[in-house]
């Protein structure tokens, strides 16, 4: 079956302006996450939703950074006013169910550059 | 907090070694660890995962093992390969089910 996809693959935008990364989880998988990746460094956690609820956005690093998952599948992260700090990669990942037994399966990233 | 720690940073072997990679975490108090495969440029691709109850896992080639009271888990890779050239993370699963990575190690495996 398909794998996490996420759309753009890439994003270049201005300093200021508004970006939505989208992600497409594996079919079926209750739970999905976002994290945030720089150059040379491990993925660091965002936010993890089961189902449509935030159940741990603790990883948004301020209130520009929203996400949304309405309908329990595809979600949006949403950053607002970006700043040069944010340029990334943004990975998504989804898995069966949450608490510790699943494995998550990644997509392949949105790679953001904020001039 | 957890951290996690990669060592080493980076590996450059000749084809078919056996080579082993360490990873530290700070608290014991894991549901399980994961170790990655990350491709230049691509996401992630899970290799292993071993829950909190066992000490070890296999697959192929791979062999991880985990020893929660030492914070320590090792990935064992047998007759390396080329193609086995990659990034490879390891991440513990803590509370809410939020992954926290090392921050890697980088394998080259020369023909």
């Known amino acids: 079956g398909a794998g996490v996809s996420q759309t753009p693959s890439n994003k270049v935008t201005e300093k200021g302006k508004y970006v939505e990364l989208r992600c497409d989880p594996i079919s079926g998988h209750t739970a999905l996450y976002w994290y945030r990746q720089s150059l040379g460094q491990g993925p660091e956690f965002l936010i993890y939703f089961q189902g449509t609820g935030a159940a741990d956005d603790s990883g948004l690093p301020n209130d520009r950074f929203f996400a949304v998952r309405p309908e329990g599948s595809v979600s949006t992260l949403k950053i607002q006013r970006t700043e040069r700090g944010d340029s990334a990669v943004y990975l998504c990942a989804s898995s069966l169910f949450s608490g510790g037994t699943d494995t998550q399966y990644f997509g392949p990233g949105t790679r953001l550059t904020v001039l | 907090k957890q951290e996690v720690t990669q060592i080493p940073a980076a590996l450059s072997v000749p084809e078919g070694e056996n080579l082993v990679l360490n990873c530290s975490f700070t608290d014991s108090a894991i549901y399980n660890l994961q170790w990655f495969r990350q491709d230049p440029g691509k996401g992630l691709t899970s290799l292993l995962l071993?829950?909190?109850?066992?000490r070890e896992q296999t697959s192929g080639r791979l062999n991880a093992s985990l020893d929660k009271s030492s914070g320590r888990s090792t990935l064992y890779i047998a007759a390396s390969q080329p193609g086995d050239s990659a990034t490879y993370l390891c991440a513990a699963e803590t509370s809410g089910s939020r992954l926290t990575f090392g921050e890697g190690t980088q394998l080259t495996v020369n023909p």
């Open positions: 071993i829950q909190s109850s066992q």
